[in-house]
């Protein structure tokens, strides 16, 4: 299996701040990645796939970059809603694994 | 609008067999995968397996053995059963829809909570 690891895993910020979440994959993926975000009792909400492409409804100050082993989820100005936490997954092999999670919390 | 509803029982004891089914209402279900998913209290996600319409199944290697994935196309649901369950199967399971073969997920439903206790 593919490993994926997230850093940090937990992340204290203000709002408007700009927070940057890392996920690096043991293997080269390409650009077969994507970011949710998840807040309590809720299923995982979809921010972004193919490492960089936005989806419909997401906020534009979601962006996510990289490709092969190293990636990136930004956040450009902390909002009070943004409080959750991150999940990278890859699938650039039929095995699906997800990161362990980024959690982001209020400083 | 896509909607995934899913049921199923919430308690087992150790030994017995899991069963949860998915319900997709909207969308296409011919044209997508459809994934199972877990996440134990307060820790991540684990991917469990995917169906396709057809009944092309793919499981992650460490729960094969446990893990039946079966699908119902005359009333849209696809269902999860798992045997032998422990205390290391409770965990919220959650049904995904793939927009392909081992991709990501854009559709989910609610959860459950199983939780495997004597």
């Known amino acids: 299996d593919i490993q994926m690891t997230q850093s940090p895993s937990t992340l204290s910020a203000s709002v408007g701040d700009r927070v940057t979440i890392t996920c690096r994959a043991s293997?080269?993926?390409?650009?077969?990645l994507a970011w949710y975000q998840q807040k309590p009792g809720k299923a995982p909400n979809l921010l972004i796939n193919?490492?960089?492409s936005l989806e419909s409804g997401v906020p534009s100050r979601f962006s996510g970059s990289g490709s092969g082993t190293e990636f990136t989820l930004t956040i450009s100005g902390l909002q009070p809603d943004d409080f959750a936490t991150y999940y990278c997954?890859?699938?650039?092999?039929?095995?699906?694994?997800f990161g362990g999670g980024t959690k982001v919390e209020i400083k | 609008q896509v909607q995934i509803q899913q049921w199923g029982a919430g308690l087992l004891k150790p030994s017995e067999t899991l069963s949860l089914t998915c319900a997709v209402y909207?969308?296409?279900?011919?044209?997508?995968?459809w994934s199972w998913i877990r996440q134990p209290p307060g820790k991540g996600l684990e991917w469990i397996g995917e169906?396709?319409?057809?009944?092309?199944?793919n499981y992650n290697p460490s729960l094969k053995s446990r893990a039946t994935i079966s699908v119902d196309t005359s009333k849209n649901q696809f269902s999860l059963k798992m045997s032998s369950v422990t205390a290391a199967d409770t965990a919220v399971y959650y049904c995904?829809?793939?927009?392909?073969?081992?991709?990501?997920?854009?559709?989910w439903g609610q959860g459950i909570l199983v939780t495997v206790s004597s």
């Open positions: 169906i396709n319409h057809s009944g092309s199944i």
């Open positions: 293997q080269s993926i390409s650009s077969w």
């Open positions: 909207g969308g296409s279900f011919s044209g997508n995968y």
């Open positions: 995904a829809r793939g927009v392909n073969r081992g991709s990501y997920y854009n559709y």
């Open positions: 193919k490492a960089s």
């Open positions: 997954q890859q699938y650039k092999s039929y095995s699906i694994t």
